[in-house]
């Protein structure tokens, strides 16, 4: 059985916003009993002190997320693993150069306008990687400024700048079909980096989207062991 597992799901096109959200929700659980070979519903899953879910008494980490038609569920088996997940459509908004002027680093900022020109997918790929961190922790998007920052020096090349007390390793992929294009952020702690820490992607949809790896982002105990990978 993987250790580390990502599962994602197109969603059946809906126009109306309420129910595709709850169509996202009803379908992450679906994976999730899938993954776990058992039915699972609200009763099986508990929150912690910052509102965090997880299985009670279950070595077994886990993290959803869902945007437009698609849903995604990473889970981690084993004592003491944490994973965690972010997905988003890429698509305009408004307030994003605000947004990223308020809550993202300089060097952040830096990265999301290569020549000179705002660029909405960078910025999908940067929040998508804080949504990553905040759920590890168990925080929230109103904690997005406690986010480290995921851009090197002179806006350039991904990194991890923080102190971290287990191994951590992040995956960026983009996701696209004929119909829209996505990022998704992966995270998962406590696996010893000589581990094979590579997630095992499943579909569990009858359409797939294309995904391709865009960044991997590798963070060591000690800063100073951080590994800065070339985009």
């Not at 597992?5 to 996202?24: E, P, Q």
């Not at 972010?86 to 900022?109: H, L, M, V």
């Not at 996701?175 to 094979?196: K, N």
């Not at 294309?210 to 982002?217: L, M, R, T, V, W």
Request: charged share 25%.
């Amino acid at each position: 059985m993987p250790q580390y597992t990502i599962g994602l799901s197109v969603l059946s096109s809906n126009n109306d916003i309420k129910a595709r959200r709850k169509n996202a929700s009803v379908e992450a659980r679906r994976i999730l009993s899938l993954l776990e070979n058992c039915p699972l519903d609200k009763s099986n899953i508990a929150k912690d002190a910052q509102g965090r879910p997880f299985f009670p008494g279950r070595a077994v980490d886990f993290s959803i997320a869902h945007s437009g038609l698609l849903a995604a569920v990473s889970l981690a088996r084993g004592e003491n693993l944490r994973a965690a997940c972010d997905i988003e459509r890429i698509r305009p908004r408004a307030k994003a150069p605000e947004i990223a002027e308020n809550f993202f680093s300089a060097n952040e900022a830096k990265y999301l306008y290569p020549r000179g020109k705002f660029d909405e997918t960078r910025f999908y790929e940067i929040w998508t990687l804080k949504e990553c961190f905040l759920k590890l922790r168990g925080l929230s998007v109103f904690d997005m400024a406690a986010s480290p920052s995921f851009i090197g020096d002179n806006g350039e090349g991904f990194t991890f700048a923080a102190a971290i007390s287990s191994p951590l390793t992040f995956r960026l992929y983009g996701l696209s079909d004929g119909c829209g294009s996505y990022i998704l952020a992966s995270a998962i702690e406590g696996i010893d980096e000589r581990a094979q820490t590579q997630p095992e992607i499943r579909w569990f949809s009858q359409s797939a989207f294309d995904c391709k790896i865009i960044a991997e982002i590798k963070a060591a105990p000690r800063p100073a062991e951080t590994v800065n990978p070339k985009r």
